[in-house]
T-cell receptor
Framework: GIQVEQSPPDLILQEGANSTLRCNFSDSVNNLQWFHQNPWGQLINLFYIPSGTKQNGRLSATTVATERYSLLYISSSQTTDSGVYFCAVDPQGGSEKLVFGKGTKLTVNP | NAGVTQTPKFRVLKTGQSMTLLCAQDMNHEYMYWYRQDPGMGLRLIHYSVGEGTTAKGEVPDGYNVSRLKKQNFLLGLESAAPSQTSVYFC???????????FGPGTRLTVT
């Protein structure tokens, strides 16, 4: 099956710093989603981004489907950005099910 | 508009006991999913449903059963709990297959 790899596995930042999280996938996909799991465990959908670039406040995401990767940018990070960021893909072939990466754990220190 | 809700939030079971987790959504979504999350493993799909009255197996279905008698509810059952089923269980829903998924708050289950 498709492999979804996220890097780095862990990231520690000072408040105000910028960061880039990467998601590589091994096969063609119909779409890709980014999620944030906060320290209390709640999973929030950040982006639905099969291709191109989207922005939402300090966060933006870019997916280059032909090269099989997606990037999540966090600018001017805040302590509330801490948590685990997951990317998930829907492989081409009609599975209609998401396959999740193992996540990037982000810690933003004040 | 509560989104996706799960009950209970926490549960402790003894080996061999049974229980049912309830997921409810008020967004009129067709698709619903049950995942489990274990440390270092990400989220793994247990079972899913593409509409009322339908269910299908995911990546790790063994030891679990599901039912979708009403469109808004998706139940996950453990007939004979095992310590390996200690995990955090998440329910999610989406308008259609692999559209944006919305997650419930999770249920933390411990099997002793």
């Amino acid at each position: 099956g498709i492999q979804v790899e996220q890097s780095p596995p862990d990231l520690i930042l000072q408040e105000g710093a910028n960061s880039t999280l990467r998601c590589n996938f091994s096969d063609s996909v119909n779409n890709l989603q980014w999620f944030h799991q906060n320290p209390w465990g709640q999973l929030i959908n950040l982006f639905y981004i099969p291709s191109g670039t989207k922005q939402n406040g300090r966060l933006s995401a870019t997916t280059v489907a032909t090269e099989r990767y997606s990037l999540l940018y966090i600018s001017s990070s805040q302590t509330t950005d801490s948590g685990v960021y997951f990317c998930a893909v829907d492989p081409q072939g009609g599975s209609e099910k998401l396959v999740f990466g193992k996540g990037t754990k982000l810690t933003v220190n004040p | 508009n509560a989104g996706v809700t799960q009950t209970p939030k926490f549960r402790v079971l003894k080996t061999g006991q049974s229980m049912t987790l309830l997921c409810a959504q008020d967004m009129n979504h067709e698709y619903m999913y049950w995942y489990r999350q274990d440390p270092g493993m990400g989220l793994r799909l247990i079972h899913y449903s593409v509409g009322e009255g339908t269910t299908a197996k995911g990546e790790v279905p063994d030891g679990y059963n599901v039912s979708r008698l009403k469109k808004q509810n998706f139940l996950l059952g453990l007939e004979s709990a095992a310590p390996s089923q200690t995990s955090v269980y998440f329910c999610a829903s989406s308008y259609a297959g692999a559209y944006e998924q919305y997650f419930g708050p999770g249920t933390r289950l411990t099997v002793t």
